[in-house]
């Protein structure tokens, strides 16, 4: 069946470092690719998305481009900043109407 | 933008009773509601989708009798744990999505459940 495999951490990183969280998936189709943002204690944000091949999802610093080739979805950002500590979940959906698969978390944290 | 609200945000309740979780759309009209399940430093565990007016359609291992859920209306999805056990205890996270919606974008806050 359809998944998503991510780094699992947890990732250290000293602010101003830069961030790379792998994200691979395994899904028949086009499938369209999502990075979600947890912060401590609460729920998910959708941080960026990519709904075909060679799209790039950007928000807030972060970059994701979909690579159909090697089936990555993998979250960069070049600084990363202390707030930026959360847990990050890389996501697939089939089609617009369908539900949302989730990889399991990768746990960051930026420490001063 | 659109906004999803749980409620309660936390719950402790004793083993044997039953809670009810409210998730609400708060400036659109969410026509599938979906509820997951988030244990400590896991993923997401969908549990259940829910179209308004019908019947939730339960994933597999997810049991539809202790884990009641109602979309009565376009704005209104409840999840009810009846007879709660500790094993219940969990993390519930609700997501909405309108009729031109692109995949669940709109999670609310999360309902932290904890049974004693």
């Known amino acids: 069946g359809d998944s998503v495999t991510q780094m699992e951490g947890p990732v250290t990183l000293s602010e101003e470092a830069f961030l790379t969280i792998n994200c691979t998936y395994t899904a028949t189709g086009y499938p369209s690719l999502f990075w979600y943002v947890q912060y401590p204690g609460e729920g998910l944000q959708l941080l960026l998305k990519?709904?075909?091949?060679?799209d790039k999802g950007s928000n807030k610093g972060f970059e994701a481009t979909y690579r159909k080739e090697t089936t990555s979805f993998h979250l960069e950002k070049g600084s990363v900043q202390v707030s930026d500590s959360a847990v990050y979940f890389c996501?697939?959906?089939?089609?617009?109407?369908?539900?949302?698969?989730f990889g399991p978390g990768t746990s960051l944290s930026v420490i001063p | 933008g659109a906004v999803v609200s749980q409620h309660p945000s936390r719950v402790i309740c004793k083993s044997g009773t039953s809670v009810k979780i409210e998730c609400r759309s708060l400036?659109?009209?969410?026509?599938?509601m979906f509820w997951y399940r988030q244990f400590p430093k896991k993923s997401l565990m969908l549990m259940a989708t829910s179209n308004e007016g019908s019947k939730a359609t339960y994933e597999q291992g997810v049991e539809k009798d202790k884990f009641l859920i109602n979309h009565a209306s376009l704005t209104l999805s409840t999840l009810t744990v009846t007879s709660a056990h500790p094993e219940d205890s969990s993390f519930y996270i609700c997501?909405?999505?309108?009729?031109?919606?692109?995949?669940?974008?709109?999670f609310g806050p999360g309902t932290r459940l904890t049974v004693l």
């Open positions: 400036d659109f009209q969410a026509t599938t």
């Open positions: 997501s909405a999505r309108g009729l031109a919606g692109e995949g669940p974008k709109f």
């Open positions: 990519a709904t075909k091949a060679d």
């Open positions: 996501a697939l959906t089939k089609t617009s109407y369908d539900k949302v698969i």
